[in-house]
C-alpha cells in the first residue's frame, strides 16, 4: 500500500546533541510537511516543500532545519534539541498546493530529549 | 488567518451508541474546507471526512457525518454505532487559500464496552 513511513518511531537524545527524523514517502506526492505536534496541542507547521522548493514558516525556530534530497525523502534536523523541543513529529504529504487537497500523515516519531 | 476551535478535550461514547463532537472556526475567505482528521492511539492520522463550504449539503462517509452551518461557522461531527475502533484523538481543521491546514486542539474519544 502505498504511505507515508517515518523512522524511528521513537527518538531519544541529549539535550544539544544533534538528531535527524526521516521520513518517505510511496505515494508520489509532490508536496511534503513537517509538523510539531506537543501534548494536547494542535499539530503546528514547520516546514513544506513542493517539490525541492523549500519553505519554513515563519516562527519556526532556527534550531529545525530540513532536507529533501528526491522526492521520496525529506529530513528533520534538529540541531542542538532543549527540553522544550520534546514532542511528536508528524511527516505529511499532498499532491498538490490547494486547500481542498487530502494530506496523508506518517505515524510520527516521538522525540525525548534527557 | 484561520482559526478553529474544539472546546470538549475529552468525550466518551457507549459501543453502538451516537456522539457528536463540536468544532467551531472563523475565517475570512470565502472558499474554503473543513476537515476530520483521527488520530488513533500510536497510529497515523487519516482524514475522517471532508466539506466544502460552498456545498450545503452536509457531507456524510457511513456512519460519519457532519452538520455544517455556514453562518454560525460550525463543523460538529457525529459517529453513529460508535465502535470501539472509533476511540482516537479527532481533529477538526480548515484549509483556505493556500497549503496550510488550521487545526484544533483535538477533542479526544473514548468508547466505553
Known amino acids: 500500500d502505498a504511505m507515508v513511513i517515518q523512522n524511528p518511531r521513537y527518538q531519544v537524545t541529549q539535550f544539544g546533541k544533534p538528531v535527524t527524523l526521516s521520513c518517505s514517502q510511496t505515494?508520489?506526492?509532490?508536496?511534503m510537511y513537517w509538523y510539531q505536534q506537543k501534548s494536547s496541542q494542535a499539530p503546528k507547521l514547520l516546514f513544506h516543500?513542493?517539490?525541492?522548493?523549500?519553505?519554513n514558516e515563519a516562527d519556526t525556530p532556527d534550531n529545525f532545519q530540513s532536507r529533501r534530497p528526491n522526492t521520496s525523502f525529506c529530513f528533520l534536523d534538529i540541531r542542538s534539541p532543549g527540553l522544550g523541543d520534546a514532542a511528536m513529529y508528524l511527516c505529511?504529504?499532498?499532491?498538490?498546493?490547494?486547500?481542498?487537497?487530502?494530506?496523508?500523515f506518517g505515524p510520527g516519531t516521538r522525540l525525548t530529549v534527557l | 488567518a484561520q482559526t478553529v476551535t474544539q472546546s470538549q478535550p475529552e468525550m466518551s461514547v457507549q459501543e453502538a451508541e451516537t456522539v457528536t463532537l463540536s468544532c467551531t472556526y472563523d475565517?475570512?475567505?470565502?472558499?474554503?474546507?473543513l476537515f476530520w482528521y483521527k488520530q488513533p492511539p500510536s497510529r497515523q492520522m487519516i482524514l475522517v471526512i471532508r466539506?466544502?463550504?460552498?456545498?450545503?449539503q452536509n457531507a456524510t462517509e457511513n456512519r460519519f457525518s457532519v452538520n455544517f452551518q455556514k453562518a454560525a461557522k460550525s463543523f460538529s461531527l457525529k459517529i453513529s454505532d460508535s465502535q470501539l475502533g472509533d476511540a482516537a484523538m479527532y481533529f477538526c481543521?480548515?484549509?483556505?487559500?493556500?497549503?496550510?491546514?488550521?487545526f484544533g486542539k483535538g477533542t479526544k474519544l473514548s468508547v466505553i464496552p
Open positions: 505529511a504529504t499532498s499532491r498538490v498546493y490547494v486547500p481542498s487537497d487530502t494530506q496523508y
Open positions: 505515494l508520489n506526492h509532490n508536496v
Open positions: 516543500y513542493y517539490d525541492k522548493d523549500f519553505n
Open positions: 475565517t475570512s475567505e470565502s472558499d474554503y474546507y
Open positions: 466539506q466544502e463550504a460552498y456545498k450545503q
Open positions: 481543521a480548515t484549509g483556505a487559500g493556500s497549503y496550510q491546514l488550521t
